[in-house]
């Protein structure tokens, strides 16, 4: 099949943002720039049937969790004690989503990013933030996304434009699909468990029963919404019943990785990232990178795709509009 971008188009009757779609070979995305510089989907074909790869967009533009990846930037997760404190100053920080009591995930998936290039089977992004929500952050972010050889490949740089040295961090909110009988596989050394409110209080070595994923494993139990160390970068899905295994590789080897495994919901979150929850407060602050005006920072990352023998399906969790 020949490479080809189309014209964007509108994702639904009611002026919903504008959709922008790549396609290469067996693959198509699906970009939504206007809305947090977002996937609304990544595909793969098979016959005449076009596959999600990740969970589509739910077509709601107030939904900015309902999206199938968004980047996180200048930081990753969540920052306690209403902001921090860097070098003798405090920066204060505001909570950025309703019903969360801190602030999450930075601010670049709450503003419009803008195409600065595009072609057949790339698409350059980029924002110009300037103290969003009346935090201290001012930087330009970039977003190249180029589909290879049954492949996605996702840059995310962030450059520091303003006139201070400030702790930054990066990070990629993709939502797989999943099923029963959808099997994980990462490598780790153990697991931040977190309190009520999701922050973590201590590290363990010991996984609790069914967190362990270094050997693959189905995503049927309890929730998880934890930070794992010792990640190595590389992460396995296998999806027998749709004869698909996706790869998640990212070359910039932190050590961290999110996950998140909903209860009886068809997808889950690997969130491949520079630093752990709530590093802002953790001596030495583990994972950030300090940059100084002009200084700059890159996550990348690329999900292949290959096909595998399929399986007869079992029980699907139930569909639900809840979204991280």
Request: charge should be neutral; charged fraction near 25%.
């Amino acid at each position: 099949m020949p490479s080809r971008a189309t014209d964007a188009r509108r994702a639904g009757s009611q002026g919903l943002p504008q959709i922008h779609t790549l396609q290469a070979g067996r693959q198509r995305l699906h970009v939504l720039p206007s809305l947090g510089g977002a996937l609304a989907g990544w595909e793969w074909q098979r016959e005449r049937q076009w596959l999600p790869l990740l969970r589509p967009w739910s077509a709601d533009p107030a939904a900015l969790y309902a999206t199938a990846c968004f980047p996180l930037l200048p930081w990753s997760n969540r920052i306690t004690g209403g902001g921090f404190d860097f070098d003798g100053k405090h920066y204060p920080l505001v909570p950025n989503r309703p019903g969360e009591p801190y602030p999450i995930h930075g601010d670049g998936w709450r503003q419009a990013w803008t195409i600065t290039a595009q072609a057949e089977d790339r698409m350059t992004l980029e924002l110009e933030s300037d103290r969003c929500d009346g935090n201290p952050y001012v930087y330009r972010a970039r977003q190249l996304l180029t589909l290879r050889e049954n492949a996605l490949e996702i840059e995310l740089r962030v450059t520091n434009t303003g006139t201070e040295t400030l702790p930054y961090g990066l990070g990629l909110h993709p939502y797989f699909v999943r099923d029963a009988q959808t099997r994980l596989q990462f490598r780790s050394r153990g697991v931040w468990l977190s309190g009520p409110d999701r922050i973590p209080t201590s590290f363990t070595r010991q996984l609790p029963p069914g967190w362990d994923y270094n050997r693959p494993a189905t995503l049927e139990d309890k929730l998880i919404d934890n930070c794992f160390e010792g990640w190595d970068g590389l992460a396995m899905i296998e999806d027998p019943t749709r004869g698909l295994r996706l790869q998640m590789h990212t070359t910039d080897r932190s050590g961290y990785v999110l996950m998140f495994r909903p209860v009886k919901q068809p997808f889950f979150c690997l969130e491949p990232v520079t630093h752990p929850i709530d590093a802002f407060h953790r001596p030495k602050r583990p994972g950030l990178i300090d940059l100084a005006p002009g200084e700059d920072m890159v996550l990348l990352t690329r999900f292949s795709v290959c096909e595998i023998a399929q399986e007869e399906p079992q029980a699907r969790p139930a569909v639900s509009s809840a979204a991280r």
